[in-house]
């Protein structure tokens, strides 16, 4: 009866406890600061009770007085290193800001951007630089991602930080295997060995080699590419840019000459879009087959709201599978969804959509509902709404404030479209948008309206939509000569064809009447006569400026930006 009692009234009293009594003061006062710390995450990760006595276990047998003293990488001092050991080096990381100072963190040659207050999201670790043997090189390294912290315009993700490391990581691995002093001598680094440098990379990148010293998440070696070539040249030019601007250089004795042989590694060459095929999107919009998407989301993320969502709005896919609960409403008989546009620094944009896509968010606003009711034993507060996510992901999640990873619904996204029953490999979430955004130019929007749809697109963007949906275009491409935005009446036709066998005379004379310049043609006498303009070449306010069609498409989709 005693037990039966015990176990009804709750069982042990000491379940979920922790006693930290035997240990040394110091170690008992860093586990309460990392318990604590780890409470205060937005996503913490779980640490079982069972977990966190082994560890105190573990600690008294090894007679540990410190958590500093515990190598995470060691698998023979607790009896379940997998997961004691996860919590170790979560714990380090969060008492390291305590014991050591960011001075202290160059010295031993990694960088922490919770030094700075600041976190990367998705990321836990630091950014490790003991692979960069030669000191100099590694301090510049640190010396320069600490500035672009202490500035104003730190990255929205880890990806240029990483950039940079592992750029540095293959200079440094190619001054040790080829430089005579393997680099530890910066005063003799000249010219020429910046430009074997740069040889060596070019090669690599022509043989399809491997990079020297970086590998890829799964240990495999990095192929080089011409995109590596770019992003690599760019990252380490920018360092030792910083270094001579600084003045770091001249400390090191680092010469100007190998500083400035660093070529600037070129832009990053982009495809233009291309948006689904008529017949493609008939298949990823049919909801037979967005039923195989969701057979694919065993723990009900999502998935398939998360694309019916993005095939019918074109937003980004990030911008969809993060948005929060509250983030529809109905005014004025319109529905619209508000979206938080990261990218571009607009967060709560307004968007139209269709009744369609409304009632999909509310009745995935009813599971997300449901969900947190059994989590937490009540309805969601007002305030609560706005910040939980709609598509909240089910692992570390206590709050319902992070949404699903977007890199899963990727990954089930691609397995679904590699599929069997689908077999259209090759296509991914992004056409979504410039599917959209190129049908809306075919039913014949401006550029501003396909920007308050969108949200934003670049120039590069407008021109290949364009380019596709060329019926805007097309009318005016009938026409020969129109009047130039300097005239009284822009767009006006001055000249139109008459047979398509004109004669040598008048094409002559055409050539006679005109001379090209930028954008169209110049009318202007004098200088078809060979005189300089004397109007500083202002032809965009020149009354003299006429425009071919083709011309006259550039100029519109030109006023259209402008606009």
């Known amino acids: 009866m005693e037990r039966w009692l015990f176990r009804a009234g709750g069982g042990d009293p000491n379940a979920g406890c922790l006693f930290l009594a035997r240990l040394p003061p110091l170690l008992a006062a860093e586990i309460r600061y990392g318990l604590w710390t780890h409470a205060k995450s937005a996503a913490p990760a779980r640490w079982h009770p069972i977990w966190l006595r082994t560890l105190v276990r573990s600690c008294i047998e090894a007679g540990v007085s410190s958590l500093l003293e515990l190598n995470p990488e060691d698998r023979g001092w607790t009896p379940q290193p997998t997961r004691v050991n996860r919590i170790v080096r979560e714990m380090r990381m969060y008492v390291d800001a305590v014991h050591r100072?960011?001075?202290?963190?160059?010295?031993?040659?990694?960088?922490?951007?919770?030094?700075?207050?600041?976190?990367?999201?998705?990321?836990?670790?630091?950014?490790?630089?003991?692979?960069?043997?030669?000191?100099?090189?590694?301090?510049?390294?640190?010396?320069?991602?600490?500035?672009?912290?202490?500035?104003?315009?730190?990255?929205?993700?880890?990806?240029?930080?990483?950039?940079?490391?592992?750029?540095?990581?293959?200079?440094?691995?190619?001054?040790?295997?080829?430089?005579?002093?393997?680099?530890?001598?910066?005063?003799?680094?000249t010219e020429r060995t910046a430009r074997e440098f740069v040889a060596d990379f070019s090669r690599r990148v022509a043989n399809r080699q491997h990079m020297r010293g970086v590998f890829n998440r799964d240990g495999s070696l990095t192929i080089a590419t011409p995109t590596t070539y770019a992003l690599m040249m760019n990252a380490v030019r920018q360092v030792m840019r910083f270094a001579m601007d600084t003045g770091a250089a001249a400390s090191i004795q680092l010469s100007r000459e190998f500083v400035v042989s660093i070529p600037y590694g070129g832009a990053l060459s982009h495809r233009n879009p291309r948006p689904f095929s008529d017949p493609v999107l008939r298949e990823l919009s049919d909801p037979s087959n967005i039923s195989l998407l969701d057979k694919r989301d065993p723990h009900d993320g999502g998935f398939a709201d998360i694309w019916s969502i993005q095939v019918r709005c074109g937003r980004r896919i990030s911008e969809v599978v993060k948005l929060r609960f509250d983030c529809v409403s109905e005014h004025l008989g319109r529905t619209w969804m508000w979206v938080d546009m990261t990218k571009v620094?607009?967060?709560?944009?307004?968007?139209?959509?269709?009744?369609?896509?409304?009632?999909?968010?509310?009745?995935?606003?009813?599971?997300?509902?449901?969900?947190?009711?059994?989590?937490?034993?009540?309805?969601?507060?007002?305030?609560?709404?706005?910040?939980?996510?709609?598509?909240?992901?089910?692992?570390?999640?206590?709050?319902?404030?992070?949404?699903?990873?977007?890199?899963?619904?990727?990954?089930?996204?691609?397995?679904?479209?590699?599929?069997?029953?689908?077999?259209?490999?090759?296509?991914?979430?992004?056409?979504?948008?410039?599917?959209?955004?190129?049908?809306?130019?075919?039913?014949?929007?401006?550029?501003?309206?396909?920007?308050?749809?969108?949200?934003?697109?670049?120039?590069?963007?407008?021109?290949?939509?364009?380019?596709?949906?060329?019926?805007?275009?097309?009318?005016?491409?009938?026409?020969?000569?129109?009047?130039?935005?300097?005239?009284?009446?822009?767009?006006?036709?001055?000249?139109?064809?008459?047979?398509?066998?004109?004669?040598?005379?008048?094409?002559?004379?055409?050539?006679?009447?005109?001379?090209?310049?930028?954008?169209?043609?110049?009318?202007?006498?004098?200088?078809?006569g060979g005189y300089d303009c004397p109007f500083d070449r202002q032809c965009n306010s020149c009354e003299h400026f006429v425009l071919t069609g083709a011309d006259y498409g550039y100029w519109k989709r030109q006023e259209q930006r402008w606009a």
């Open 345 to 528: 620094g607009k967060l709560d944009y307004a968007v139209q959509i269709p009744r369609s896509v409304y009632d999909i968010v509310l009745a995935r606003q009813a599971k997300t509902l449901e969900k947190f009711r059994l989590k937490h034993g009540r309805e969601p507060t007002t305030k609560e709404k706005r910040t939980i996510a709609l598509f909240p992901s089910r692992v570390t999640n206590p709050t319902f404030a992070r949404s699903v990873d977007t890199g899963t619904f990727c990954s089930a996204f691609k397995d679904w479209i590699e599929s069997d029953q689908m077999r259209l490999p090759g296509h991914t979430t992004h056409q979504a948008r410039h599917t959209l955004a190129t049908r809306l130019v075919k039913a014949g929007a401006s550029m501003a309206h396909v920007k308050t749809v969108l949200g934003h697109i670049s120039e590069r963007m407008g021109d290949s939509y364009v380019l596709i949906a060329g019926s805007q275009v097309e009318p005016f491409l009938q026409q020969v000569w129109v009047a130039g935005p300097g005239n009284a009446y822009p767009g006006q036709v001055v000249l139109t064809p008459t047979t398509r066998d004109r004669t040598t005379a008048e094409q002559l004379l055409v050539d006679l009447a005109a001379v090209p310049t930028e954008h169209g043609l110049c009318t202007f006498k004098p200088v078809v």
């Open 101 to 189: 100072t960011r001075a202290d963190t160059r010295e031993l040659g990694y960088l922490d951007p919770n030094y700075w207050g600041y976190r990367f999201s998705g990321r836990r670790a630091t950014f490790d630089l003991t692979p960069i043997p030669q000191r100099w090189l590694r301090d510049l390294t640190w010396d320069y991602l600490a500035n672009v912290l202490d500035g104003p315009r730190r990255p929205r993700t880890a990806g240029p930080f990483e950039q940079v490391r592992r750029s540095l990581i293959c200079l440094s691995a190619y001054l040790s295997e080829c430089d005579p002093y393997r680099g530890i001598r910066p005063a003799v680094l």
